[in-house]
């Protein structure tokens, strides 16, 4: 599973997208922290950080060292 974590200036929120039929648009479901955690401590997920004031993007998954993780995902990510 692929989530999105959102960095803005108010704030952060997670998300998943669901893609559809080729002429539809992708739907956006908004996600729990504790939903992503959950799954993320499971090991089967990957979430991509993106910066909204910068193009930036970061991936982390299970496998990334825990300063990684702490930094971008918080202490209930270990």
Do not use: P, Q, W
């Amino acid at each position: 599973m692929i989530y999105h974590k959102i960095l803005s200036y108010k704030g952060h929120y997670y998300l998943k997208e669901y893609e559809t039929i080729k002429h539809h648009k992708n739907r956006v479901r908004y996600l729990r922290e504790e939903t992503v955690a959950n799954a993320f401590k499971k090991g089967n997920a990957e979430i991509i950080v993106h910066f909204e004031d910068s193009e930036k993007t970061v991936e982390v998954t299970c496998f990334s060292d825990e300063d990684t993780i702490r930094k971008y995902l918080g202490k209930a990510f270990l």
